[in-house]
């Protein structure tokens, strides 16, 4: 049932997830990060969200990921982390919450949010933006304006000269 | 017509993505390793969004609309949280969260 493409992105993204927080190297760690971001888009495209994929691509990728590389070119290397230690009773901690988690997955079945196999409207990409420029006008302009606001913010607390 | 995964595997994948995030917001030091598990957390609530919207049949659409405000505001709040870490890093040496003792020039 479980469709190997699902499992391939599943597998990609939370892979590139571990890797991005346990790298060494920050520059590493950014690039894992940007590919849990594409691993994401490819999971929003198995659920039939194309438009909220590609958004994520260019937003998340094209956006984020460069300005996270920007920061950790300009921070300069940094000291690494402490390595880990493993109590025993983090270990003890962590054995629990899967056991736990994988309880509650194997009494759920595997169907029991079965979601219908033909989207139809609800996924259409002209029912989309009908619904956010008719419903969600207004929010929209709202959200360009809070942008806008964290333009501002961001511009003036990285002002290379602070003199007030 | 394409068979839809079941919505379980998209939850399962959610919460792994939520755990792993929880796990690095509390045991990293570094700013930016924060700041990637701040992403991840917001990921991992964008795919559930995404997925219990798919849920009803027809699909709710307001979901999807969700989805394309939540990213825009993750983005806009890692713009602001870079600046202050560039700030930081001015300011002090080191971007370690524990060590920081200035934030005011």
Do not use: H
């Amino acid at each position: 049932m479980t469709d190997l493409t699902f499992l391939a992105l599943a597998t990609v993204t939370v892979a590139s997830a571990i890797l991005a927080l346990e790298a060494r190297d920050l520059v590493y760690g950014a690039a894992a990060l940007g590919i849990t971001f594409l691993g994401m888009a490819g999971l929003f495209f198995l659920l039939d969200a194309s438009y909220v994929a590609t958004f994520q691509i260019a937003v998340y990728i094209g956006a984020v990921v460069v300005l996270i590389l920007f920061t950790v070119m300009l921070v300069g290397p940094q000291m690494g982390e402490p390595p880990m230690e493993l109590k025993r009773l983090s270990l003890l901690t962590a054995l629990l919450v899967s056991l736990l988690l994988g309880t509650a997955g194997s009494l759920t079945s595997a169907t029991a949010f079965p979601g219908p196999d033909d989207c139809g409207f609800g996924c259409d990409l002209i029912g989309l933006s009908k619904t956010l420029i008719n419903q969600y006008g207004v929010p929209l302009e709202f959200l360009s304006l809070v942008l806008a606001a964290a333009v501002i913010g961001a511009l003036t607390l990285a002002k290379a000269d602070r003199k007030g | 017509m394409r068979k839809l995964e079941p919505l379980t595997s998209f939850f399962a994948v959610s919460v792994i993505l939520l755990g792993i995030g929880i796990y690095g917001l509390t045991t990293k030091r570094n700013a930016l390793r924060i700041l990637f598990s701040i992403e991840l957390i917001y990921n991992a609530a964008n795919l559930n969004i995404i997925a219990f919207a798919r849920l009803r049949d027809p699909p709710i659409v307001a979901g999807q609309v969700l989805v394309l405000f939540t990213i825009a505001l993750a983005a806009m709040e890692a713009s602001v949280g870079l600046a202050i870490i560039m700030l930081v890093s001015r300011l002090n040496v080191d971007i370690d969260l524990r060590k920081l003792t200035r934030l005011k020039g």
